[in-house]
């Protein structure tokens, strides 16, 4: 306790020579420390779910207001004005289960819960790719379906919870028992999250896409929407035709052989993480931003 006293003490002593004008106590930084600290998390654990993106709308809806009263946008202010109104009760309509969660931890006396790391260790991702790559090839063979999520920076939680939640490393041999068409979570998909699995039998939303091919069957219309939803990464396998395919960014890449699979993989999952690390930026789409949607065999 001594050594944290000394090191606020001397932050502040820094402080007020460097900038005399502040008048800066030793509460005010442990203030303000507390403060980044919920704010970090509380985003931390929006990030997770949906309501991540409801965040953003509200601030967004938060800058058009500023900026209307800027320009004196008198009518557009107005209709904000209104909006703002009834934020909080919107607010606590939309954000109702973290909410509930959050106050369920406290009341239970796990409030260690709410601001732990949710980061997983997880398996290197290139043995998951690996491994991926090898049941597929067998699975593709065997005409076994199969739908594979790698999640990106855009977190699933929410897909996780309509399924089992797992926590392994991949495997060939797994991943062929839960594609397995007679297995109870074989209809659902899969999902990976840094190289481990997280979900299985999971359930995705499908697409929105009325121009896709009737031919195509619910499997890939749920790796297409899923492709929507997020950045992840999904690979199908077709249980009618054994035909791979990948859906990123809501397009589709079909009959790969294991060998197109595992480089596609490589460059869209190993060279977001070397991209992270040097820019900090979001992951580009790699291969399959171009293009129009491809039709693959239905199931």
Not at 189 to 200: L, W
Not at 240 to 252: F, K, N, R
Not at 257 to 285: F, I, V, W, Y
């Amino acid at each position: 306790m001594g050594a944290v006293t000394e090191l606020f003490s001397g932050i502040q002593m820094f402080l007020q020579s460097n900038f005399p004008l502040l008048q800066i106590q030793l509460t005010d930084i442990l203030d303000i420390a507390i403060l980044s600290l919920v704010i970090y998390k509380l985003l931390w654990m929006l990030r997770k779910t949906n309501s991540g993106r409801v965040m953003w709308g509200l601030l967004i809806l938060a800058a058009a207001m500023a900026l209307s009263y800027y320009l004196q946008l008198t009518a557009t202010s107005f209709l904000l004005d209104g909006v703002v109104q009834w934020g909080i009760v919107v607010m606590v309509v939309l954000f109702q289960p973290e909410i509930r969660r959050f106050l369920e931890r406290m009341g239970s006396g796990s409030l260690k819960l709410v601001f732990a790391s949710n980061k997983e260790a997880g398996q290197d991702m290139e043995t998951a790719i690996t491994q991926t790559t090898e049941a597929y090839a067998d699975l593709s063979r065997d005409k076994v379906g199969a739908l594979m999520v790698f999640e990106r920076q855009d977190l699933l939680d929410d897909e996780v919870k309509t399924g089992t939640a797992l926590d392994c490393g991949v495997s060939s041999e797994l991943l062929k028992n839960i594609f397995w068409n007679k297995a109870p979570l074989h209809d659902g998909a899969v999902i990976v999250r840094k190289g481990r699995i997280v979900g299985a039998g999971c359930m995705l939303p499908l697409s929105g896409n009325v121009n896709l091919s009737r031919d195509l069957g619910m499997r890939h219309r749920a790796g297409i929407g899923m492709s929507e939803h997020c950045d992840a990464v999904v690979a199908i396998v077709s249980e009618e035709t054994g035909s791979i395919s990948v859906a990123v960014g809501g397009m589709l890449k079909r009959h790969l052989a294991p060998e197109t699979l595992e480089r596609l993989l490589r460059n869209e999952l190993l060279n977001d993480k070397e991209e992270e690390k040097k820019s900090g930026q979001l992951p580009l789409l790699g291969l399959l931003t171009g293009g129009r949607k491809e039709e693959d065999d239905g199931l």
